[in-house]
């Protein structure tokens, strides 16, 4: 556990080891974007937790696929309004201030994602929001 800037970051990294299959560049760069955009969330301080687990997963079809890595960033900022939950995703679009961001951050993590058989969900209803980001388990 850290604390800076009245937040509290928290992480818990799961027992056994976890992996994933994607480069590592790809997922720093999904972490990162997640995490920063928590910080950003929490103007006046709160608390971060990045959280790691094995999630059994079924598809769209209803099928049982392969086990999958679940990465949750979660944050008790501001959450996201309902009017802004269905763009998040789309590139340029943003909820931050001119010059603040360019809305491209989550359409980037959402394409790499996307491209390594994995997907995002998004949790709001609790204080906060949490990014549960799921990725096919290393063999």
Same mark, same amino acid.
């Given at each position: 556990?850290? *604390?800076?800037?009245?937040?509290?970051?928290?992480?818990?990294?799961?027992?056994?080891?976890?992996?994933?299959?994607?480069?590592?560049?790809?997922?720093?760069?999904?972490?990162?974007?997640?995490?920063?955009?928590?910080?950003?969330?929490?103007?006046?301080?709160?608390?971060?937790?990045?959280?790691?687990?094995?999630?059994?997963?079924?598809?769209?079809?209803?099928?049982?696929?392969?086990?999958?890595?679940?990465?949750?960033?979660?944050?008790?900022?501001?959450?996201?309004?309902?009017?802004?939950?269905?763009?998040?995703?789309?590139?340029?679009?943003?909820?931050?201030?001119?010059?603040?961001?360019?809305?491209?951050?989550?359409?980037?993590?959402?394409?790499?994602? *996307?491209?390594?058989?994995?997907?995002?969900?998004?949790?709001?209803?609790?204080?906060?929001?949490?990014?549960?980001?799921?990725?096919? *388990?290393?063999?």
């Amino acid at each position: 556990m850290a *604390e800076h800037n009245n937040i509290t970051a928290r992480i818990d990294a799961g027992s056994p080891a976890l992996r994933v299959v994607i480069d590592e560049d790809s997922l720093q760069h999904v972490i990162t974007n997640l995490v920063v955009n928590a910080i950003q969330a929490m103007a006046t301080g709160g608390t971060l937790r990045v959280a790691l687990s094995l999630a059994a997963a079924t598809g769209r079809d209803g099928e049982p696929r392969r086990n999958h890595v679940r990465i949750d960033v979660a944050d008790t900022g501001e959450g996201i309004t309902p009017d802004a939950l269905p763009h998040i995703f789309e590139p340029f679009f943003t909820t931050k201030q001119p010059g603040d961001g360019t809305g491209l951050g989550l359409a980037v993590v959402y394409g790499i994602v *996307e491209d390594h058989n994995g997907w995002i969900a998004v949790d709001t209803s609790k204080r906060g929001t949490t990014f549960s980001v799921f990725l096919v *388990e290393a063999a």
